[in-house]
């Protein structure tokens, strides 16, 4: 019986010991390593298989999740929503200002036609209903960097209703990953709505110890609430959508997408329950700026009111800010007396009046979207869906595969294609990602990688060479593969004549090894590859070399039974 107690209690031990391996702390502080690099460059990351559990994990020990995005993105427009004055975001503070943007008495409202252009683009990238009547409302509250005491916005009636996003979910474990996987099961999330507001000013602590000051730069800059239902069952997959609704904004180029300058930013509501309960007491996540404080500031998040139930605890309806030196959220204000806005028309805006044409006409207009495109890659390219939707989730990235791919004749087209994507999504992005630089501002251009691949197909050059060549047509400022090739005497080796002879001295070389291989131990033959690669300097060709090692050998076991 002291046996078994004592077993016991060691499991007892144990099973503490995973919950509490699993405490919002060490989860925001295991979590914040993980997402180190949020989306890296040559499309993985290193918490894949972490991502792929949570895609997956509808609960967190026992209790469901239930997430609903507020997204803010800044319309992209050279002016302000109702004052013409230029948004441009490098001017002093307080300088792109004018009367009505100040809130003086007597100034009016003058509708900008180009965002209401650019909503609907959204709205119809977002597979929304454009409403033909959508009215503006006054939400009043005060805030020093809201002159007017109230925001213009849209609440009873917006411009956009409904619509969705379908985000990938990737199983762990399973036999096909996810680089492989042409089926990966998908899940729909709901939008609720799109409407058209003012932004507010900013407020600035930082100048001095005792005075705060206002720039109202961004006072009247349009911007699109995006609004989802509470769909998401998990971190990863609130931050799968908002990372899609940031490309598809980006695609339309409604919103420039970025995310440092506050110009796409989001709040998220989480709650936690017990399945078929009702949902628990939601909490807000204010003003996200990255993905990676939002998944970890969700998972910390998460964490703490699950931590809280078990302990006896009230979730208090609140709003919360995430704190990145500690990744953790604190409280900004309490919400459990909900604010009362008083929302009413605003009486200097008449109602907005759309036309059919007008929607037809935008619709006309849009480019080719993410997930048609990446469709569209797959059918074309031959490629899988991981790496078509890796080249697709940007809208330049796509282009410049699709120059790339288009611009030589390859031997093995198909195969071109792969490779192609390979060089861009493995190579390419990681010096783009030590370097910080987009894919506009690099300097080799899509039909140099095209080119490379070429001198791989012709076998001008192996596999392993190309990618010394890669690197100095990087680093070179974009020179041509061909030249480098030439420059550097890197041209593949080739001929029989001049690999045969060095093959038959390294047999001759090693004969100990030799018959290693002729006993059936057949890791020898790597070695003696690398004998041979050796020799050459790594430029003769490998499947020539293998070749004629593989005859050469035979011709020795032969000779030695004879």
């Known amino acids: ?76 427009s050279k002016t302000k929503l109702f004052s ?14 004018n009367f009505f943007d100040a809130g003086m008495p007597g100034m009016l409202p003058v509708i900008n036609s180009f965002c209401i252009d650019q909503a609907i683009k959204t709205g119809l990238a977002l597979h929304g209903q454009i409403n033909l009547v959508s009215i503006f409302d006054r939400k009043n509250y005060f805030y020093p960097d809201l002159p007017t005491g109230y ?11 409904g ?30 709505r799109i409407h058209l507001e003012q932004d507010a000013g900013k407020n600035i602590h930082d100048l001095s110890p005792e005075k705060s000051f206002i720039d109202l ?19 990863a997959q609130a931050v799968s959508v908002a990372k899609k609704i940031h490309s598809l904004v980006q695609y339309v180029e409604t919103c420039d997408g970025n995310m440092e300058q506050g110009n796409f930013r989001i709040d998220a509501n989480v709650s936690v329950h017990k399945p078929n309960t009702e949902f628990g007491t939601r909490v807000e996540i204010k003003n996200l700026n990255s993905f990676k404080f939002m998944q970890t500031a969700l998972l910390y998040e998460i964490e703490r009111q ?28 309490d919400k459990e007396n909900a604010d009362d806005y008083r929302y009413f028309k605003d009486p200097d805006l008449p109602p907005l009046v759309l036309t059919d044409e007008r929607i037809q006409r935008i619709a006309k207009s849009m480019p080719e979207l993410p997930d048609a495109k990446q469709q569209r890659f797959m059918e074309d390219f031959g490629l899988n869906e991981y790496d078509s939707g890796i080249l697709t989730s940007d809208r330049k990235i796509g282009d410049f595969y699709e120059a790339a791919v288009g611009s030589c004749s390859f031997p093995d087209y198909k195969k071109a294609c792969k490779q192609i994507a390979n060089w861009i999504i493995v190579d390419l992005f990681r010096l783009m990602k030590e370097s910080g630089l987009k894919i506009d ?34 680093s070179d400022g974009g020179v041509k593969p061909a030249e480098v090739v030439e420059a550097l005497g890197l041209q593949q080796i080739s001929s029989v004549d001049e690999i045969l002879p060095e093959i038959r001295k390294i047999l001759d070389a090693n004969a100990a090894a030799v ?30 070399v293998n070749r004629l090692l593989r005859e050469a050998l035979g011709e020795v076991k032969k000779n030695n039974k004879l």
């Open 515 to 544: 018959e290693e291989y002729n006993a059936g131990k057949e890791s020898v033959f790597a070695f003696l590859v690398g004998q041979i690669m050796k020799r050459f300097k790594g430029k003769a060709a490998p499947d020539l």
């Open 151 to 161: 925001q213009i916005s849209q609440f009873f009636y917006p411009i956009v209703s």
């Open 441 to 474: 501002k690099i300097a080799i251009k899509a039909e140099h990688v095209a080119q490379l691949v070429l001198l791989i197909q012709e076998g001008t050059i192996s596999g392993k060479i190309a990618k010394t060549v890669f690197e100095r047509m990087w």
């Open 217 to 235: 730069n961004r006072a009247g800059v349009a911007l699109m609430e995006i609004v989802t239902e509470p769909d998401m069952r998990s971190a």
């Open 306 to 333: 699950i931590e809280a139930i078990e302990s006896g605890s009230r979730i208090v309806q609140e709003t919360r800010l995430f704190d990145a030196s500690k990744n953790t959220t604190a409280t900004m204000r």
């Open 1 to 76: 019986m002291r046996i078994n107690s004592q077993k016991n209690i060691e499991m007892k031990q144990v099973a503490e010991g995973m919950r509490k391996f699993a405490s919002m702390r060490h989860v925001a502080q295991k979590h914040s390593v993980l997402m180190a690099h949020e989306h890296s460059s040559n499309g993985s990351t290193n918490s894949q298989s972490f991502d792929d559990w949570i895609h997956m994990s509808d609960l967190v020990r026992g209790w469901e999740v239930v997430i609903g995005l507020e997204i803010h993105a800044q319309v992209a």
């Open 163 to 192: 619509g969705y996003v379908d985000v990938s979910l990737c199983a762990p474990n399973d036999a096909a990953t996810p680089q492989e996987n042409n089926d990966v099961p998908k899940k729909r999330i709901k939008i609720t």
């Open 84 to 97: 013409g004055i230029p948004t441009s975001g490098d001017a002093k503070p307080n300088s792109r200002v």
